[in-house]
């Protein structure tokens, strides 16, 4: 009798544990197919493909967020433009390089997919971005 009442609640423990599993909820964004970025970018170690993913499919967010790793020379004006150079006529995405080999570029991509999952707003991940990274360089932001 003890080892079936024993089984029973390990039975009751297991299928608990799984059904949590099934109601984790899924993040507030979106990351685009990996099959959408070009070679380079595949293989890249995995944060960065992730951010790429997120740039791709999140323009709205990363439009609204600076870099400060001095890519503003460079021509960028959101952290968005360090992943994305433009888009060809056909609507195909022109993608740049630069954060291929930038911590700070992905730092702050990280940084804004961790705050969407905690449900903070862009106006706080902003304030965050602004207070943490501004001591790396001038802000590139050109709304």
Request: proline residues 7%.
């Amino acid at each position: 009798m003890h080892l079936k009442i024993t089984w029973i609640a390990s039975l009751f423990f297991l299928i608990s544990i799984l059904l949590a599993g099934c109601n984790a909820t899924a993040p507030p964004y979106e990351l685009a197919s990996r099959d959408t970025l070009p070679p380079e970018v595949q293989t890249a170690p995995q944060v960065v493909r992730e951010s790429y993913r997120f740039a791709v499919a999140n323009p709205d967010v990363l439009t609204q967020l600076p870099c400060y790793c001095g890519c503003g020379s460079m021509g960028h004006t959101s952290n968005y433009s360090c992943y994305i150079a433009g888009q060809n006529p056909d609507g195909t995405l022109i993608f740049d390089r630069h954060a291929l080999g930038c911590s700070i570029c992905v730092d702050i991509t990280q940084d804004a997919m961790h705050m969407l999952d905690e449900g903070r707003s862009l106006s706080e991940i902003r304030t965050y971005i602004d207070q943490t990274y501004s001591a790396f360089g001038p802000s590139t932001f050109s709304p």
